[in-house]
C-alpha cells in the first residue's frame, strides 16, 4: 500500500497560471517535506513542517507557498509558475521522533509548464 | 559552506562490481544516507551509515569514515535493474538532509 501519495502524477500548467500540489500520507510521520528536483541535479529543499511548524528555506521562491492543514495533508501552491519552474516535485515524510530517522518519498509530480 | 561530491556517471558490467563514492564537507554529521532513483521516479531509500564502517545489505554495502568525510555504496553481482542513480545525502546539524547531485549508473550487458 501507498504510504505516501502525491496527486496528481503529471501536471502540466501554462505559464502564469497558478498550480496546486498535494501529498499525503498514511504514515502518521509528523515531518513532511517538500523538494524541486530538476534533471540531473540534486533535490532542493523547498519547506518543511514538524508538525505545525512551518519552515521556508532561505532561497525558496515567494513564488512558491505550502500549507498543511493537519498531519496527512501538504500543498505546495506555485502562483504564478514560470518555465523554471518545471521539475520533478517530490514530497517526503519523517517520523520525528528520532533525529536521524530515514525519509521516505511520494512517487512525485512532474510539473511542465507552456 | 556545505558540499557533497561523488561522480556524475559510472559505467560497470553486468554481474560485475562497482563502487560509487562520496566525500561531503557538512556543518555537523547525523549520518550518510543512500538513495537509488530511478530516471522519473522518486528516491527510494537504500543505507544509513552513523558510525565507522561497513554496512552489507544483501548484493548492497556502504561504507562510513567520518574522519575522512567518505563514503561508498558498492554494488555487486550487477543487475540490469541497477541502471539509475545512486545519492549521497548528509544530515547535516539541523538533520536536514545535503543531497549530492548523484551519480548515473549504467549498467552494459
Known amino acids: 500500500d501507498a504510504m505516501v501519495i502525491q496527486n496528481p502524477r503529471y501536471q502540466v500548467t501554462q505559464f502564469g497560471k497558478p498550480v496546486t500540489l498535494s501529498c499525503s500520507q498514511t504514515?502518521?510521520?509528523?515531518?513532511m517535506y517538500w523538494y524541486q528536483q530538476k534533471s540531473s541535479q540534486a533535490p532542493k529543499l523547498l519547506f518543511h513542517?514538524?508538525?505545525?511548524?512551518?519552515?521556508n528555506e532561505a532561497d525558496t521562491p515567494d513564488n512558491f507557498q505550502s500549507r498543511r492543514p493537519n498531519t496527512s495533508f501538504c500543498f505546495l501552491d506555485i502562483r504564478s509558475p514560470g518555465l523554471g519552474d518545471a521539475a520533478m516535485y517530490l514530497c517526503a515524510t519523517r517520523t520525528g521522533t528520532g533525529s536521524t530517522d530515514t525519509q521516505y518519498f511520494g512517487p512525485g509530480t512532474r510539473l511542465t509548464v507552456l | 559552506g556545505q558540499n557533497i561530491d561523488q561522480p556524475t556517471e559510472m559505467t560497470a558490467t553486468e554481474g560485475a562490481i562497482v563502487q560509487i563514492n562520496c566525500t561531503y564537507q557538512t556543518s555537523g554529521f547525523n549520518g550518510l544516507f543512500w538513495y537509488q532513483q530511478h530516471a522519473g521516479e522518486a528516491p527510494t531509500f537504500l543505507s544509513y551509515n552513523v558510525l565507522d564502517g561497513l554496512e552489507e545489505k544483501g548484493r548492497f554495502s556502504s561504507f562510513l569514515s567520518r574522519s575522512k568525510g567518505y563514503s561508498y555504496l558498492l554494488l555487486k553481482e550487477l543487475q540490469m535493474k541497477d541502471s539509475a542513480s545512486y545519492l549521497c545525502a548528509v544530515m547535516d546539524s539541523n538533520y536536514q538532509l545535503i543531497w549530492g547531485a548523484g551519480t548515473k549508473l549504467i549498467i552494459k550487458p
Open positions: 504514515l502518521n510521520h509528523n515531518v
Open positions: 513542517y514538524y508538525d505545525k511548524d512551518f519552515n
